[in-house]
């Protein structure tokens, strides 16, 4: 094989020819014969028995070539990488093809380069960073859905009440037809849990057991398309009404619930792994706005190949999250089960990809400009933390393992730890008052005038 022709164009694109002898391309020709013959159709023969000549014959000598190309590009394509030392991103593309008197073979590519970065100030930057506090309010209404999860439910003879649990029969109709998936029978609904449709619960209130009663609501206009916007009435019955008796609030209460002994240690407890919580969001809010005013001061023109890679890739961790075996679910069934078309899927994801990406390239930026580097200690540290999280399932999880990309991710992570380290928390500043409240406030200023 053969690099001819290379040339890189402003827009971090690469277009070259790889010229492939006779030989190689005749084996490649052979191999599509043999993949695509069975498909053929030749009178006189049984299909897949028809001699390649024969099939050249009726349908011309370049039946195959399609084929033949698809198969040998690869090989073709990675030969030019190491050849010309290219550093390419993305999926490369056939843009032609052309095949010679003597059967040799020139393919024209296409394809995405990893794109110069400009790296601006990346050490010392200033971000806001909100000290975390937890109010005496928050810990209060933990206990109070604490209560709430524990509480008995004890039936009542009286009306309903907002915090009532209800156990109801229901039929809805729209246009005085019953629509579907609007029935139900021996329904256990929380008045003022906000489950049903507006404006459904509220008309429960004061309803007492086994009366007939009415419920009229307006469907959402952001609704099954058939019932959006949409009046609607429901016959219902209640059969029961169900009133929540909540657990003293005291140390028997928090024995019941924790592993302490009283009330005091585990409101303590509460308070403890919420400020946890509250630093650990605050920490991770500080460390993004820190990579983002890094990004805003480096240059680069991030190729659509990229981005596009790392939607998939958000798209491919989504599936691993829902436990859906990669490669046996289609993307189109994936986009589908999110409730997307592919193009609204691609446009909601753009921004954080492309964001994605830019941090990606601002470590790999950073890692060369500070000589980041990581080696055999890195990997038995990653391997040793994978032990302590993961026990028995460490080795099978080691075999799933790339470790060329783990140590990219490992380089990157200490790239990122620069920033990090050297950044400088301010105070954030005090939110600005909407254009409603400098509306409200006119008043008071003519009045004092």
């Known amino acids: 094989m053969v690099v001819k022709n290379v040339e890189k164009k402003d827009n971090n694109t690469a277009i070259f020819q790889v010229e492939i002898d006779a030989d190689a391309f005749e084996q490649a020709v052979n191999k599509a014969y043999k993949k695509l013959k069975n498909s053929i159709y030749v009178a006189g023969f049984r299909k897949g028995k028809a001699p390649r000549v024969v099939i050249e014959g009726m349908y011309g000598t370049d039946i195959f070539h399609d084929e033949a190309v698809q198969e040998i590009a690869p090989e073709a394509f990675e030969f030019a990488v190491k050849e010309e030392n290219l550093d390419t991103v993305g999926t490369p593309s056939v843009a032609d093809y052309n095949v010679d008197d003597a059967k040799a073979c020139t393919i024209t590519f296409t394809t995405d380069l990893y794109p110069v970065v400009t790296l601006g100030e990346y050490k010392g930057l ?186 998939d890739e958000f798209l491919n961790n989504y599936a691993d999250s829902m436990g859906l075996p990669r490669g046996r679910v289609s993307r189109e069934d994936l986009v589908k089960s999110l409730g997307f078309t592919e193009e609204a899927f691609a446009a909601m994801m753009r921004p954080a990809a492309e964001q994605q990406v830019k941090a990606d390239l601002l470590f790999d930026a950073v890692a060369k400009a500070e000589n980041i580097e990581a080696g055999d200690e890195d990997k038995e540290e990653f391997y040793k933390k994978l032990e302590e999280d993961y026990g028995e399932q460490a080795e099978t999880l080691k075999k799933m393992i790339n470790e060329e990309l783990m140590m990219q991710d490992i380089v990157r992570r200490k790239a990122a730890d620069v920033l990090y380290s050297s950044a400088v928390k301010t105070e954030p500043k005090p939110e600005e008052p909407s254009e409603e409240a400098h509306e409200e406030e006119a008043p008071a200023e003519e009045a004092k005038d």
Request: aromatic content about 8%.
């Open 126 to 311: 200033e971000a806001p960073y909100a000290e975390p506090a937890v109010t005496d309010e928050e810990i209060d209404a933990q206990l109070a859905d604490m209560q709430k999860r524990n509480a008995r439910y004890i039936d009542v003879d009286r009306a309903a009440r907002t915090g009532d649990t209800v156990v109801l029969d229901f039929e809805g109709f729209a246009d005085g037809v019953a629509f579907e998936g609007g029935k139900g029978e021996n329904y256990t609904l929380e008045l003022g849990s906000g489950t049903f449709i507006p404006g459904f619960e509220e008309q429960l209130v004061g309803m007492e057991k086994e009366k007939d009663g009415e419920v009229h609501v307006t469907f959402p206009e952001q609704y099954d398309p058939k019932l959006a916007g949409k009046d609607a009435t429901f016959k219902v019955k209640l059969h029961a009404v169900r009133e929540a008796q909540l657990p003293e609030l005291d140390d028997e209460f928090a024995k019941d619930v924790s592993e302490f002994d009283t009330l005091d240690e585990y409101k303590a407890d509460l308070k403890a792994k919420a400020l946890e919580r509250k630093t650990e969001a605050a920490e991770a809010d500080f460390k993004n706005a820190v990579v983002s005013a890094a990004i805003d001061n480096m240059t680069v023109t991030v190729p659509e190949s990229m981005i596009a890679e790392k939607t």
